[in-house]
Every structure is written in C-alpha cells, then in structure tokens.
RNA sequence: GGCGGUGUAGCCAAGCUGGUAAGGCGCCUGGUUGCAACCCAGGAAAUCAUGGGUUCGAGUCCCAUCACCGCCUCCA
C-alpha cells in the first residue's frame, strides 16, 4: 500500500514517491546551539526519528542530514534585552561564541541518546559551509536573482515567482500587509539577505563583498544540496519554519539550480503545555533535563512525544508522561508473558489476531503515520492475545511483531532485564521467609528493594524481578 | 487585518473519501494474590465548541460565531 504524507508544498495527503528506488534522502532543521532544547524542539527531533524508524521499518535505505546552527545572528549590543549568546557565556562560563556552540551542541547530543534518536548520516555546521553558502550567494548574484548593497547581497524575490508557493503567500498581499521595519537597502520588504553585513556581529567571514555572516535561510539550502542532492525527497521542520525560512530555501536553491528542492515538506505542529503554549513567563517551559530532573522516565517522554499526530498540536502534560509510561508497561508486560509461552499446540484464533494487528497497524502508518492509531490496534491486539494460551512458536511470532514495531517505537523491553547480585540475593531471601510465611519479614524485604529501584512481582512460576522505572507515577 | 490549523468522555487522544464514536491513562465491580503490584473479566463515563444549512442520514461536507495554536519579525 501506497505511504501517504501531508506535504505542505502540496496542501494535501499525498502518496509518497522515492527519488531513487528504495531510497530516502531527508533534510531536519536542527538546533540552534545558543541553549538548550525545549520538550517542543524535541517534539519535531524525535518526529525525524520516527520519520526515519519508519521508513526502515518499510525497508528503505534512509539518509538524514540535521543542521547544527551554530551561526549566531546576534551583535554585541543588541538593540533589545540582552544577547541571547552573552548571557549564555555568563551563564556557563564560557568565553567565546564559539565555545558556547560548542557546549550547547554537546548538550542537544547527549539530549538526542537520551530519547534514544538515532544518529542522522550529517550534521553539518553553519560556521563550516560558509564557503558554500558564499558560492551559492555568488551564483544568484550571477544569475541576477540578487542584488548587493552596502556590502549585503539580497535575494530579489521578484525574480522568482514561486516564492510563496510552500507557504500559500503572495508577495502582493505581504506587501500590503507588511508591518517590516524599513530597509531602505531592500527593493523589495520580503528581500531577504543572503549575505550581511554589519560591523557589530560577533562572527564574521571574508567574502567579495567585505567583512560579514551568511543569511539567514541559506546553510539549509546549502547543506540539503550538498549532502543529499537536488532535489531531494523530504524537509521537515516545526511549523514556525514554513514562512519565512523554508520558503526562502526553496527560492535560494531553486532560482540558483533551476531545478526543484525537495519534494515533500513536512511541518510539524508545536506542542502546548497544560493547554497553553509554552513560555518562561507562563511558567510552564521545560527542558529535557528540566523533566529527567523532576524524576520522569526517558523512554516515557519520548513515547509521549511521539505517539500523537504530527500534523496537530499536542499538548503535552506531565500527567502525559506518567500515563505513558504505565501504557509502556503495559506492553512490556504482554511480551514478558509471551516469554513464558511454552505451548506445543498451536491457539486457532491467535493467526487472524496477528495478521489483523500487522495489517491495521500498517494501515494507519501508511496514513501520515498516523501513530496514534496504530497503537491504538496494537493495543487491541494486546488485550486479544492477553486472554489466550499460545503455542511457543506462536508467541515467537507475537514477539517479533513487537520487535519490529519496537524499531520504531524504541520504548519497549524486548531483552531480558539484567538485574543485579544484590537485587537477586534480595529476592532469594525473600523467597525464603514467603515459604516460610513469614509475611512482615517478606513484605520489608519488598521495601527494601522498592528503595533501590526494584519491584518484585511473585507469578506463578516464581518471582520476577522489575526495575521501578520512574519515581513520580 | 490576511493565510493555515485545532476544539471528541476526568486526562491524553484516533476518527480526514458521511451511516449514531478506536485506543491509552484514570475510575468502579469481580477474579488472581498471604497482602500488594502486574495481569485477566466485566462496567460506568462523550448531547463529538456553539448556532444554522445540505442530506434519508454529519463528529465527518458548507456557512457563521466563539476559543486556542502557528505564520505574516529570529524561533521546533
């Protein structure tokens, strides 16, 4: 069955169609490394994962590239508040822009391994494809789709009549519209620079046209291209993306190609917090370490995270994460018992359950991956084969089931838990005064291994260890 | 002001090509247990934001209103 995507560029669910047979080539805009990532930053990295994970699952070759926007479009004396790069330098104790791009972007790696999101193939840095984004800046210029002004070089968007096709714009009624600050340097109020100049910027680069930083839309056009060919299939982004930068990207890479940039678009909806959107003055803006901080569980985040809808908001609460670990644990517990399956005599009803839950569970992926749905049938599924007795090679195959929607869920517990010396002397001791009905001896020891992060459950075949995943349930 | 999106049980939510509403969490009852936990069985709980319209029939299409989100300025 055909994979549907809610492309943007199109409006409209499409069928998705690989440039090259069997293959993927996706571009995410990354981080901007001045601070941490928010949960909602997280919201659409964690998307590109299941993006990825997905198109696995259906047996593509997949390529990622990420940007890391370590370019800081900040001057020494901003015009309001403070700079955002200065008050990083203070608040970590860093002494250069760099270094603070540096600090951030190790954060958002180790941030990335705690959700458990796999590597993309690059993540090339702005600072580092300045020489690229200055020879597509000169191809423009060449082309006469850009303009120099007092050392800046200007994206003319009148030379290119598509501009605002991503978006639904129209330059007309933008103009008209427009509540721009003036630049009298601009022909145009939506121009935008591709390269600028501005003697009060931190970073800055030689360039045929002096002293300056590249634009502001370009490193995305620039490292797509690059690192994946254009066009390429898939761009994905938060909402907030689509108008101006993805536009601008496609003006950029299609008027200096003249050829198209990427098939499918892909914008991802922000996240709210308790129903609001989220905000420092509002109180309610986290971070992921915010939330590890608070106690919650790594894999149900990233589960919350994931398991709506990308193309509408979600609203994200900390009730959410707790709910989504006991929905996690729940599935652990079915594949534990089908662990135990031991049977020889194959169960009539198990082979249509299981072929219903692969084909809905397909069914809804293939609808814009619609994830929301598809555990909603592998829930059903769960709750079916959670009332049978199955055959050993049945429950294999239930397993594997699991196993492979694990590679793109990524939260569940396929592998047997290790547990430690200590905690199995615990449970051995307890075992013992149990025989021996020795309750209140029994039911300390039980404490005992709470406090270390373990729960004991006494099953029928003996006791199981299960380590206490997240405190705040 | 313009463009796009959302509003479904206590909470998170699916439902997008129209035929009286998935799933998870929570809650209630029973089973299991030494007691729990986990699990199982059964159950309560939704006038699908509001008001019109089209239709034999609308959460699902159309119009209007309200609320919220995004964009029109850097932002997932």
């Not at 690059?122 to 800046?137: F, G, I, K, Q, S």
């Not at 190609?257 to 003055?281: A, C, I, T």
């Not at 709910?323 to 249509?352: T, Y």
């Not at 200590?422 to 025989?435: L, N």
């Amino acid at each position: 069955m055909p994979l549907m995507l809610n492309s943007t560029l199109h409006g409209r669910k499409v069928e998705f169609k690989p440039i090259h047979e069997g293959e993927v080539r996706m571009y995410h805009c990354g981080p901007t490394v001045y601070d941490y990532a928010h949960i909602g930053n997280f919201r659409a990295f964690v998307f590109s994962d299941l993006l990825r994970r997905y198109f696995e699952y259906r047996g593509y070759k997949v390529k990622q590239v990420m940007n890391i926007t370590d370019v800081g479009h900040l001057t020494t004396d901003a015009d309001e508040g403070e700079d955002k790069i200065l008050v990083a330098m203070r608040r970590e104790g860093l002494k250069d822009p760099w270094e603070v791009a540096r600090f951030y972007e190790e954060k958002f790696f180790e941030d990335l391994d705690t959700l458990d999101i796999r590597r993309a193939h690059h993540y090339p840095r702005a600072t580092e494809m300045v020489p690229e984004m200055l020879e597509c800046t000169k191809k423009l210029l060449e082309k006469g789709n850009a303009y120099e002004v007092n050392g800046s070089v200007y994206f003319d968007v009148d030379t290119f009549p598509e501009y605002g096709k991503l978006s639904g714009n129209d330059v007309a009624r933008l103009r008209a519209g427009a509540r721009l600050e003036l630049n009298p340097d601009k022909r145009h109020p939506y121009d935008f620079a591709l390269w600028k100049q501005d003697p009060s910027h931190i970073m800055k680069w030689d360039s045929p046209w002096g002293e300056g930083f590249p634009g502001w839309h370009l490193e995305c056009s620039v490292m797509g291209t690059k690192f994946l060919g254009q066009p390429f299939d898939i761009h994905t982004g938060g909402e907030d993306n689509t108008f101006p930068h993805h536009e601008c990207e496609i003006a950029q890479a299609e008027a200096a190609y003249d050829k198209p940039f990427v098939n499918y678009w892909l914008h991802v909806r922000h996240l709210l917090v308790d129903g609001e959107k989220m905000s420092k003055s509002r109180g309610n803006f986290y971070t992921l370490r915010d939330l590890l901080d608070q106690g919650y569980d790594r894999k149900a985040i990233r589960y919350q995270l994931m398991v709506s809808y990308y193309g509408v908001n979600q609203n994200f609460t900390m009730d959410g994460i707790g709910a989504a670990r006991r929905s996690i644990d729940r599935l652990n517990q079915c594949i534990r018992r089908l662990k135990d399956m031991r049977g020889e005599v194959d169960n009539p009803d198990f082979g249509p359950l299981m072929e219903t839950a692969r084909n809905e569970f397909d069914r809804e992926m293939e609808d814009d991956l619609n994830v929301t749905g598809a555990m909603g049938k592998v829930f059903e599924f769960v709750t079916s084969i959670n009332k049978l007795e199955l055959s050993l090679s049945q429950a294999t195959e239930a397993l594997n089931f699991f196993r492979e929607i694990n590679g793109i869920l990524g939260v569940l517990e396929l592998s047997d838990v290790e547990v430690p010396e200590e905690i199995m002397e615990i449970i051995q001791r307890r075992e013992v005064v149990r025989r021996a009905k020795n309750w209140a001896e029994s039911d300390k020891l039980r404490d005992e291994l709470k406090e270390l992060g373990w729960a004991v459950e006494d099953t029928s075949t003996g006791p199981v260890a299960k380590r206490l995943t997240h405190p705040i349930d």
